[in-house]
């Protein structure tokens, strides 16, 4: 074996910025930071998996934690990242979890109160080991999770991610084998690294309730996976659909199909949970016995629930009989031992639980659960984990540790997994707070090299990471043989470099003729959110590609523009549109002026007089005007002082969500005249409002605010929303 590079406590040996190879290029490393406990268990597999992620031009190092403390962990890695070309740190066995507060604006979806138990209200995250520009305050350990530590995301902290390296963890779940099966999985990633593959084989999953279920979504996301990776349009590909509805009970297809070795990449949209994959709702029958067995069960368990929850069983029995118009005799047997379990069995038969994969074996080589939860390793077992651990060829799960935003683009980048690009590298660009891997982000497939144009991606992507010259050419290169998704990585590590403008960003998304490229210079265009932004959002709202549509159209009553009017109420008026659009158009309408949108809806909907009859304009006439009156007295009854302090944070923090401009003024009021509980809830909510079109306005008064502001927590909060809002990075 290769002498290793060991690291303990906080010394380094000394180095140059980059270490030399004997043939004079750059070496990057790879940090493997485990746990005394873990190798002093099973340091010789350790060593091995070590020595087997290094290449030519990057070299694995172990790291022992002998700290046990985030803050430690993180400066040394900082080190290495400055002295040792760090590209990534894999995270084995029981390494601290950084419990992230303050931060919400960083998630997709999770937005709970901090009034919450920490343990809950808090998001466990790596990028506080992965992003160096951040900036933490510590605030204590957990008294019962040690593994746990709390920390505030400080105001002069960059309030946007930007990882600097990829991470990963491999943690083993708590049943008292766990160093066993971390040493499996670690032979098993020895021996991947040996012969990489080709890809040639993609699976997707789409299930209950999810996107609202939307066929033109799940369409055009085939569509961009034949872009993403071209050898689905070759003889030998394959891209397989499953549907929640494929079969009464579509677990045992699914468990199935993810099981199958020949997968390289699958996706599972569906919901979760720490310990859950919900697949289905209530299954699809022909038959009327079976419908009125499923409407029994259902009915059983809403009586159940009831019970819980302090109602009498015969009270809750009349409610469902009157409510549904059924007979009370189809509740009966609620509390039967026998029709408890077997309802049970049936639920937990519609998804996947913890219990069915405790000797499953995962084929597909990389999982992703775009779910709630499903990554939670705060939680001693989690659904993620158990996709690694197993005798399974499963090598990466890409998961998330709390609650995720449906309307998210999933897939980005995702084709880099074809070119040969590691699992770490085709991730670290994109991942919100709450998103992570599990298992070893340096495995990667073979490349398919006849798409590649000669570019050496895998390592280029490392080493060239700040050559604009470099991604210019390969956004310029105009070989139809060439990977589109090579050009959607240049527009990413352009921006990065802060070399591509959103003038040229309007350009690329009305002229390329590939969906993925389109979506990119969209996403970048609204991490920019300057004053083309509103252009930016008008090509997205008419773009071909459905989740280009979707995003903007959810992205739309966040900017507030009136311009954008028209482009909402077509979507209203238009039989044909998504449904996961029309979704979004309806949370729309009630942001904007409320006479501006019936007007234009009027005006377009001669075009669709058969669908948009004059009954449903009336009907969504009159939901428009009572929204708007509704939300004028709210507004009117804040600034008149009529709402407690509670029910007023209450209802202004809403907005987190949808950043309506007619808040402002209630905001401002807060700031100007609220006591210091107040101020510092509507200076963190004017901190969401990054998409407004009214962002200048909004930011030259929170920088008065600042300027004046003597209580320090409001000081702090302001100062957080102004990095926020400038979107700037040190």
């Known amino acids: 074996m ?56 990057r070299q694995g190092v172990l790291v022992v934690d002998k700290w046990q403390h985030p803050d430690s962990i993180r400066a040394e890695l900082y080190k290495m990242y400055c002295n040792d070309a760090l590209e990534g740190a894999v995270f084995v066995g029981e390494i601290p979890v950084p419990m992230i507060r303050d931060a919400q604006h960083m998630a997709t979806a999770f937005k709970r109160s901090q009034e919450d138990e920490w343990i809950v209200s808090s998001i466990p995250s790596d990028r506080f080991y992965d992003d160096f520009d951040l900036k933490f305050d510590y605030l204590k350990q957990d008294s019962v999770k040690s593994i746990a530590h709390y920390y505030t995301l400080r105001g002069d902290s960059p309030q946007q991610l930007s990882s600097d390296i990829y991470s990963a963890r491999i943690k083993a779940p708590a049943d008292g084998n766990e160093h066993k099966a971390i040493e499996a999985y670690l032979l098993k990633a020895i021996e991947a690294h040996k012969n990489p593959e080709r ?16 066929l033109q979504a799940r369409i055009d996301e085939a569509i961009g996976f034949k872009e993403q990776f071209p050898f689905l349009n070759g003889y030998d590909g394959e891209l397989s659909y499953i549907d929640f509805n494929r079969d009464y009970l579509v677990k045992e297809r699914i468990m199935n199909a993810v099981a199958d070795e020949d997968v390289d990449y699958a996706i599972m949209h569906h919901h979760g949970l720490p310990y859950q994959q919900l697949l289905q709702g209530v299954p699809k029958s022909n038959s009327l016995d079976t419908w009125k067995s499923l409407s029994c069960n259902n009915l059983r368990n809403k009586v159940r629930s009831a019970v819980e929850g302090g109602t009498s069983a015969q ?57 709630c939860y499903n990554g939670a390793f705060i939680e001693d077992d989690f659904i993620a984990a158990r996709y690694i651990f197993n005798e399974g060829s499963t090598m990466v799960v890409r998961a998330n540790s709390v609650n995720t935003l449906q309307d998210i683009w999933t897939v980005e980048l995702s084709g880099l997994l074809n070119l040969g690009v590691c699992v770490g590298d085709v991730y670290k660009g994109q991942l919100a707070i709450e998103q992570h891997l599990f298992g070893d982000p340096t495995f990667a497939f073979a490349p398919q090299s006849e798409v590649l144009g000669g570019y050496d991606i895998a390592r280029d992507i490392v080493f060239k990471k700040n050559d604009v010259g470099y991604w210019r050419g390969i956004l310029e290169n105009g070989s139809k043989d060439l990977a589109p998704e090579l050009r959607v990585l240049a527009i990413k590590m352009l921006h990065k470099n802060d070399a591509i403008s959103s003038k040229e960003l309007l350009d690329i998304a009305k002229s390329s003729p590939y969906h993925n490229v389109r979506m990119e210079a969209f996403v970048t265009n609204r991490e920019i959110a300057d004053e083309n932004f509103t252009q930016a959002l008008k090509i997205a709202l008419e773009d071909s590609y459905e989740i280009v549509r979707r995003i903007a159209m959810g992205t739309a009553p966040k900017s507030g523009d009136p311009e954008l009017i028209p482009y909402v109420a077509k979507a209203i008026v238009d039989p044909a549109v998504s449904k996961r659009e029309d979704m979004q158009a309806d949370f729309a309408m009630p942001d904007f002026d409320a006479q ?85 809830v509507a200076a963190e909510i004017l901190g969401w409002y990054v998409y407004s079109y009214k962002k200048p306005e909004i930011l030259a008064k929170v920088k008065e605010f600042y300027a004046s502001a003597t209580e320090e927590a409001v000081k702090n909060e302001l100062l957080k929303t102004i990095n926020c809002l400038e979107c700037k990075r040190s």
């Not at 031992?337 to 937990?348: C, Q």
């Not at 969504?620 to 929204?627: A, L, N, S």
């Open 199 to 214: 890809m040639n084989k993609v699976l997707h999953f789409g299930a209950h309730g999810y996107n609202s279920e939307s």
């Open 2 to 57: 290769k002498s290793l590079k060991r690291v303990f406590l906080s010394i380094l040996p000394a180095a140059l910025a980059f270490m030399i190879c004997s043939c004079g290029a750059k070496k990057s490393t790879v940090a493997v930071v485990v746990d005394e406990q873990t190798y002093a268990a099973i340091g010789s597999t350790i060593d091995k998996y070590v020595e087997a992620i290094s290449l030519p031009d």
């Open 596 to 680: 501006l949108m019936i007007a234009a809806i009027d005006s377009l909907r001669k075009d669709h007089a058969g669908w948009f009859t004059d009954a449903k304009f009336e009907e969504i006439c009159e939901d428009i005007r009572y929204d708007e009156e509704r939300k004028s007295k709210q507004y009117a009854d804040m600034l008149a002082g009529n709402y407690s302090e509670g029910k007023k944070i209450f209802y202004i923090e809403i907005e987190r969500n949808k950043c309506s401009v007619d808040a402002l003024g209630v905001l401002y009021d807060m700031l100007t005249n609220g006591p210091e509980k107040e101020k510092v």
């Open 315 to 371: 009270e809750a029995i009349s409610k469902l009989a009157r409510r549904y118009d059924v007979p009370a005799s189809w509740m009966a047997g609620w509390n039967d031992p026998e029709l408890i379990k077997k309802d049970s069995i049936f639920d937990a038969d519609k998804n996947i639980m913890l219990e069915d994969l405790y000797n499953y074996k995962s084929g597909a080589r990389v999982l992703v659960l775009d779910a």
